[in-house]
């Protein structure tokens, strides 16, 4: 079942970013099984990440997603499982696509049962391997560790925004914060671009201002909210209220919210840590990780940050311009660490 891409030729623009996902983030060693998972939309990037895994593993597996079924895919197909069951390092590489999260969390339950060092890059372009893609990881992880130790001790972020955003995130500090800042080990699989830290929060009071870009299909669906902001009002970690220009994006937006019982939850904050990334773009795999604080509602990643409650949803929400306060002390200035 395994797909050949040896024949779409090496794209020099997209090489320094495939290098860093394997080579740095991935560190794939010569005696090593890797498999990739991508699909027809991706296949750029896929083809310049099967070249760079095929100079340094052993082997490949390379699937393409259309190859199997029709999209969207809303089951973990058994080839896909069996490369991953075969594999010691693996990367999911495609598209970003409604009714397809049970697909992708198939995969994240085979990656953490096998302990498989694992990149997931969701929805990645061959503008964001040509931007976060080929940051200094080292600087970005000294980066994340030192925002991630400051968080650990902190009781209370606060949060503001030109736009209108003005929180109040309460932390457990029974919790973990997960730091990803982009080297992946078998003990925690992350997102490339890398960059972030992010926990379960205790509680979440104010208002969010998405005038950057909402998570999952909704982003490929809408893109940039700058010039149609969504405003989330929140109380005691509940959506309570929601209003935007854009009353698709609002309606899709409390659909996906309104899936489950904790859907509407906030199930994490994050704070992003990827330098190289100068401004959003309306994708989210790479917008999450800019110097900033973002929110996600539904599944609180538990195996992980250990909260003790789950749900078959999650999705990002991204703002502007941050200032942000751990206990009252200012640690970021309109999106730029004072740490």
């Given at each position: ?64 997603l ?46 953490n ?12 372009t ?5 931007e ?7 600087e ?37 914060w ?36 909402l ?23 509940r ?101």
């Open positions: 079942m395994s797909t050949d891409l040896s024949s779409i030729p090496r794209d020099p623009l997209l090489e320094e970013g495939a290098r860093n996902a394997v080579r740095v983030c991935l560190d794939v060693q010569p005696d090593e099984r890797a498999a990739l998972i991508t699909d027809r939309e991706t296949l750029a990037v896929g083809a310049a990440l099967a070249h760079e895994l095929s100079d340094a593993a052993e082997s490949v597996e390379t699937i393409v259309e190859s199997l079924a029709e999209r969207p895919i809303s089951f973990l197909p058994i080839p896909v499982e069996v490369a991953l069951e075969r594999a010691h390092v693996s990367i999911f590489a495609a598209a970003s696509r409604p009714r397809e999260l049970a697909l992708r969390r198939g995969i994240v339950s085979v990656v049962a096998k302990k498989l060092r694992h990149a997931h890059m969701v929805g990645i061959p503008r964001i391997m040509q976060s893609m080929r940051a200094d990881y080292g970005v992880s000294r980066l994340t560790q030192r925002v991630c130790d400051r968080a650990q001790t902190a009781q209370v972020i606060t949060c503001k925004t030109p736009g209108g955003t003005d929180l109040r995130v309460q932390l457990d500090p029974a919790l973990r997960v730091p990803t800042p982009g080297p992946i080990t078998a003990q925690q699989w992350g997102n490339l671009p890398g960059g972030e830290t992010f926990t379960c929060p205790a509680r979440v009071d104010g208002t969010y201002v998405v005038d950057g870009v998570g999952d299909w909704l982003a490929a669906e809408y893109g940039d909210l700058r010039a149609t902001p969504l405003r989330i009002t929140i109380e005691n970690s959506i309570v209220g929601t209003s935007c220009e854009n009353e698709q994006a609002r309606e899709d937006f409390r659909i996906y919210t309104s899936t489950d019982a904790n859907s509407n939850r906030v199930g994490e904050v994050g704070l992003g840590t990827n330098t190289a990334i100068q401004g959003l773009i309306g994708n989210i795999l790479q917008d999450e990780k800019i110097p900033g604080v973002h929110l996600a509602f539904g599944h609180p990643y538990p195996e992980s940050t250990q909260a003790p409650w789950r749900s078959t949803t999650h999705i990002d929400v991204v703002g502007r311009e941050f200032d942000a306060w751990f206990d009252g002390e200012q640690i970021m200035q309109a999106g730029r660490y004072l740490i």
